[in-house]
């Protein structure tokens, strides 16, 4: 079996934390994002919320804490923006952010579509401050998710990418009205909106070939 590179762990592991810590932070107060952009004091919190992630997934624990600094170092980065902010982030490649609601929404994965924003990397943050805030208020799509200041080697783009996922790229009513929403805060320009089951396919690769499903 081929052994799992330290640095490679301690990032996947970061993200998983990310998660971890704003589900239980959310579970009894305001999103992670809001108390670092409000400039709450959290570490209290977030020392016994990593207590409950070390109990839960111990390796993931241990490699987070193989870096100098340890909590204190992961909150600091935080703090900074890292994991709140694209263009603070580098240590993941993605900044997601879901909309009110039970963890499982009984999806189709095949069903899911999304609009597609791309902007220079100096709007990335400004552009995501927008959809985060309309997706934590249950607003736009089911949930959303922006690239981040880590380069991607599977990128083709300098610019920056936020997906706006909604449930079923079939129900038009609702895809539209996302649509609306997304031109309400300030993106007006023309969208195109993809669906999961192109990735799937590995038709998002192929050359020449339209996966632009709707276009508004």
Request: glycine share 8%; aromatic share 12%.
């Amino acid at each position: 079996m081929e052994e799992i590179d330290p640095e490679s762990l301690a990032e996947v592991a970061y993200g998983i934390f990310l998660v971890f810590l704003n589900r239980e932070l959310r579970a009894h107060g305001p999103h992670l994002f809001e108390r670092v952009e409000q400039g709450t004091d959290f570490k209290a919190d977030l020392c016994e919320i990593f207590e409950h992630f070390q109990e839960d997934y111990p390796p993931l624990a241990a490699a987070l804490l193989l870096r100098p600094g340890g909590i204190d170092t992961i909150y600091a980065g935080i703090l900074e923006g890292e994991g709140i902010l694209p263009s603070k982030t580098t240590r993941m490649y993605w900044i997601t952010q879901d909309a009110p609601g039970p963890a499982s929404w009984g999806l189709d994965d095949e069903q899911v579509g999304k609009w597609l924003i791309f902007v220079p990397p100096d709007g990335a943050d400004e552009a995501w401050r927008k959809v985060r805030d309309e997706t934590a208020r249950g607003l736009l799509g089911i949930s959303a998710k922006v690239s981040t200041a880590k380069p991607n080697p599977d990128s083709r783009d300098e610019r920056a990418v936020i997906y706006i996922y909604t449930r079923d790229w079939a129900d038009e009513t609702d895809v539209m009205r996302v649509r609306k929403r997304l031109r309400d805060i300030g993106f007006v320009d023309r969208l195109g909106y993809k669906r999961n089951i192109e990735t799937y396919r590995g038709e998002y690769s192929e050359e020449g070939k339209k996966v632009t499903y709707y276009s508004a």
